[in-house]
Nanobody
């Protein structure tokens, strides 16, 4: 069983930066892809970024390409999402998930509780 805990969310001004973290416990994240999803009030959960554990292959949704970077630290069993040039429309609860690589939430078996990111203008 994998437990995921997100941290690092908060309040940031538009144009600013924030890094959220996803720490795995209970079992190593090796062999799993890890993704970030987000859900804004009244909207469906949407894919943000994903990273394969081997080879560090990544993918991003179009709206965050060039602004967000997903990375992982194997030794710390942790995945990060660095967010730059934040916009008010990035405001959402950010969730990390572990499972098979892809953009579909159904590929991911394990989910964290989420961390709130609020971007104000």
């Amino acid at each position: 069983q994998v437990q995921l805990v997100e941290s690092g969310g908060g309040l940031v001004q538009a144009g600013g930066s924030l890094t959220v973290s996803c720490a795995g416990s209970g079992r190593t994240l090796s062999g799993y892809a890890v993704a970030w999803f987000r859900q804004a009030p009244g909207k469906e959960r949407e894919f943000v970024a994903a990273i394969r554990w081997i080879g560090a292959i990544t993918s991003y949704t179009n709206s965050v390409k060039g602004r967000f970077t997903i990375s992982r630290d194997n030794a710390k069993n942790t995945v990060y999402l660095q967010m730059n040039s934040l916009k008010p429309e990035d405001t959402a609860v950010y969730y990390c998930a572990a499972g098979r690589y892809g953009m579909d939430p159904s590929l991911y078996n394990y989910w964290g509780q989420g961390t709130q990111v609020t971007v104000f203008s």
